[in-house]
C-alpha cells in the first residue's frame, strides 16, 4: 500500500498537482480535524498535533521576520528629506524610493506562495530572506539614485517572504475554531513594525548617517534567519504528505524512489506560478477580500507616508520627537492583535452554538468586521480635522491610535475569512495581497498633492467617502451573498482551489 501511494504521489507531481488537506472551515469536528494521509486525528506529524511550545517558537520567528519587512517599508519616513538632499531627489522620485518598496511586495508573494507549497515554507522563507539581506546593505551604496529605487524594489520583493508565509504557516498550525488566538500570535510583534521604523529611523538620523537604517536592519534579519534556521519546522501539509509518502515507500520496497523528471517539475512549478493568477480570475471572492483589505491598507499607508511632515511642519516638532507619534500606531496595532484575536474567537463560537446544526463557514467573521468598519471612516474624519484645526498633539494621536485599531482588526477579520476559505492558503493570499500593495504603491505618490490642494480636513474626508461607498458595501453582500460569491469557481475543472 505504501508503495503504491508513493507512486500516486509521482504521478500527482507529474500532473502538476499536490495532495489535498481539507480547507479549514469544512472541519469534520472541533476536536477531529486532520488531513487525508496522517494516521488519524492525533498524528503527531501533523502541524495541528504539535506541542505549544514548538507553534509558538516557529509563530515568533515569522513574527520578527515580518517585523523586519513593516519596518523596512516604514524606517525611510523619518529622513526622506536627508535622502532626498543627498541624493537630489525631486519630492516625487523620494516618495517613489519609499513607495516603490511596496511594489516590490506586491509581486514577490506570486512566487513565494506557490514555491512554499511545493518545496516548503522554511527553505523558501530562507532564501527569500537572504535576498532581502543583500539587497537593502546595497540600498544605499554609492548613494545613487538608481541604486536606491531598484533597491528597494528588489528589498520588498525578497521581504515579500514575511508578509507571504506568516498567516499561512499559522492557518498550518492552528484551526479555525483557533483563528483569532494564532493571528493575535502571528501579529503581536509585526505589528510593532509601522511604528517601530520611524521610531529608530528618526533615533538613528540624530547620531549616524543615515545609511546605517539600512545595514542595521540587515544584520537584524541575518540574526533572525540563523535562529529559524534551527527552530522552524517544515509545516505546508502538502510538502509533509509527500515526504511521508516517500518514506514509507522506501521503507516497503527497500530502495529509494527515482527523482521526479526535469519535466515533470517544471510541470508542477508551473502550475504552482500560474494558482495565484487562477484564483484572481475565476474566484470572485478574491476580488472582493483583495478590494476591502487594498482600500484599507493603501489608506494606511498614505497616512504613513506624511506622518513624520505632519508633526514637522505643521506642529514644528523635531525629529526625533516628531517620531515618538509613531507610539500612537503602536498602541492601536497592539490592542488590535492582542484584544482583537481574542475577540474573534468569542464571536466565531458565539456564531457556532447560534448555529449548531451548520457548518462553520468563513462568513462567521463577518460580524467581527462590521464595527471595524464602521469606525475606520469615522477616525480619518476625526484625524482630518483635528489637523486641519491645529487641535492638541494628543487628541491627534488618539485618532490615530484608534484608526490604527480599526484597520488592523479590519485586515484581521479579513484575512481570517480568506484562510477559512482557501486549502492552498499562501498562493490565495498572494492573490489577496497584489492589489493592496499596489494600491499601497500609488496612494503615497499623490499624497503631498491631495494635502496641498485639500488639506488634511477634506484630504482624509475624502479617503473616509471612499471606504464608506466601496469598503462598507462589501462587507454587507459577503454576510448575505457569502456562500454563492465563495461557491463561483470553487472547483473548476474538478481542482479545489
Not at 543627498?86 to 506570486?110: C, E
Not at 513565494?112 to 530572506?129: A, D, H, Q, T
Not at 515579500?160 to 499559522?170: C, E, Y
Request: glycine residues 8%.
Amino acid at each position: 500500500m505504501a508503495s503504491s501511494d508513493s507512486e500516486k504521489t509521482l504521478k500527482d507531481l507529474e500532473a502538476g498537482s499536490n495532495i489535498e488537506p481539507v480547507p479549514a472551515s469544512n472541519e469534520r469536528s472541533e476536536q477531529a480535524q486532520t488531513n487525508p494521509g496522517w494516521e488519524g486525528a492525533d498524528d503527531p506529524r501533523d502541524p495541528y498535533n504539535w506541542p505549544s511550545y514548538h507553534k509558538i517558537s516557529i509563530a515568533i520567528i515569522f513574527s520578527i521576520g515580518q517585523l523586519i519587512t513593516l519596518m523596512s517599508a516604514s524606517m525611510m519616513a523619518a529622513v526622506l528629506d536627508q535622502i532626498s538632499d543627498d541624493l537630489s531627489m525631486s519630492a516625487s522620485l523620494t516618495q517613489m524610493s519609499f513607495s516603490v518598496y511596496v511594489l516590490g511586495l506586491a509581486f514577490g508573494p506570486f512566487i513565494i506562495g506557490p514555491m512554499s507549497e511545493l518545496y516548503g515554507r522554511k527553505p523558501v522563507w530562507i532564501i527569500f530572506n537572504l535576498g532581502y539581506v543583500l539587497w537593502n546593505a546595497l540600498c544605499p551604496v554609492g548613494k545613487s539614485q538608481g541604486v536606491m529605487i531598484a533597491g528597494r524594489l528588489l528589498t520588498g520583493f525578497f521581504a515579500s517572504a514575511g508578509v507571504a508565509l506568516t498567516q499561512p504557516v499559522l492557518a498550518d498550525m492552528y484551526r479555525a475554531k483557533d483563528r483569532g488566538k494564532s493571528l493575535a500570535l502571528a501579529t503581536f510583534i509585526p505589528y510593532l513594525g509601522p511604528a517601530l521604523g520611524p521610531i529608530v529611523g528618526g533615533l538613528v538620523a540624530q547620531h549616524v548617517e543615515w545609511s546605517w537604517l539600512f545595514w542595521i536592519l540587515s544584520i537584524f534579519d541575518a540574526g533572525v534567519i540563523a535562529a529559524g534556521t534551527f527552530v522552524i519546522r517544515e509545516t505546508c501539509a502538502f510538502v509533509l504528505l509527500r515526504r511521508k509518502a516517500a518514506a514509507e515507500a522506501h521503507k516497503a520496497a527497500g530502495q529509494e524512489l527515482p527523482n521526479p523528471t526535469n519535466k515533470a517539475v517544471l510541470i508542477a512549478i508551473g502550475k504552482g506560478l500560474l494558482r495565484p493568477v487562477e484564483l484572481l480570475i475565476y474566484r470572485p471572492v478574491i476580488l472582493f477580500i483583495s478590494f476591502n483589505i487594498a482600500i484599507n491598507f493603501g489608506t494606511y499607508f498614505l497616512l504613513l507616508s506624511t506622518f513624520a511632515t505632519l508633526w514637522i511642519e505643521k506642529y514644528h516638532e523635531s525629529k526625533s520627537i516628531s517620531s515618538l507619534n509613531y507610539i500612537a500606531i503602536a498602541l492601536g496595532a497592539t490592542v488590535a492583535a492582542q484584544g482583537g484575536g481574542h475577540l474573534m474567537d468569542f464571536l466565531w463560537r458565539r456564531q457556532k452554538a447560534q448555529y449548531p446544526d451548520k457548518e462553520a463557514v468563513p462568513e462567521f467573521r463577518v460580524p467581527y468586521m462590521v464595527p471595524c468598519a464602521a469606525l475606520l471612516p469615522a477616525t480619518l474624519f476625526w484625524y482630518g480635522w483635528t489637523v486641519e484645526n491645529h487641535v492638541h498633539w494628543f487628541v491627534v494621536d488618539l485618532s490615530v491610535a484608534f484608526f490604527a485599531l480599526s484597520s488592523f482588526m479590519l485586515n484581521q477579520g479579513m484575512s481570517a475569512y480568506m484562510l477559512d476559505e482557501f486549502t492552498h492558503t499562501a498562493s490565495a493570499n498572494a492573490a489577496v495581497r497584489l492589489l493592496s500593495q499596489l494600491l499601497g504603491f500609488c496612494f503615497p505618490l499623490f499624497a503631498p498633492q491631495m494635502y496641498e490642494e485639500l488639506g488634511y480636513g477634506w484630504g482624509n474626508s475624502l479617503l473616509a467617502f471612499i471606504f464608506i461607498v466601496v469598503g462598507i458595501p462589501q462587507i454587507i453582500i459577503l454576510w448575505f451573498f457569502g456562500a454563492r460569491i465563495r461557491g463561483i469557481g470553487k472547483n473548476r475543472a474538478g481542482i479545489a482551489y
